[in-house]
């Protein structure tokens, strides 16, 4: 599975961002897929997950309310749809993959190349 992660950019705070995943290949639906994300400086973390038919979606503290995971199975695309949008957002954003049921990065075995994100007056 090929990830291919966009949707990045600059944005004021309070403000939106959909960010958006395509992923190769015909067995997309097989997989859990993931956001995560990493600021300057540090470790990579957990933002949202959803089951490969959307039964469930997972959402980290600090997005919940503020952030909303869905997929589009036919159209092999995950998307993140980021509202009210604070400073401590910024980060590069990447896409994952994994048939596990796990919000764990380390079970995630494809990786999109990352989109930035900046939130910022």
């Known amino acids: 599975v090929q990830l291919q992660a966009s949707g990045g950019g600059l944005v004021q705070p309070g403000g939106s961002l959909r960010l958006s995943c395509a992923a190769s290949?015909?067995?997309?639906?097989?997989?859990?897929m993931g956001w995560f994300r990493q600021a300057p400086g540090k470790e990579r973390e957990f933002v949202a997950a959803?089951?490969?038919?959307?039964?469930?979606?997972y959402y980290a503290d600090s997005v919940k309310g503020r952030f909303t995971i869905s997929r589009d199975n036919a159209e092999n695309t995950v998307y993140l749809r980021m509202n009210s949008l604070k400073p401590e957002d910024t980060a590069v954003y990447y896409c994952?993959?994994?048939?596990?049921?796990?919000?764990?990065?380390?079970?995630?075995?494809?990786w999109g190349q990352g989109t930035l994100v900046t939130v910022s007056s």
């Open positions: 959803i089951r490969q038919f959307g039964s469930s979606t």
């Open positions: 994952g993959a994994t048939k596990l049921d796990t919000t764990s990065q380390a079970q995630y075995d494809y």
């Open positions: 290949g015909r067995t997309f639906s097989r997989y859990v």
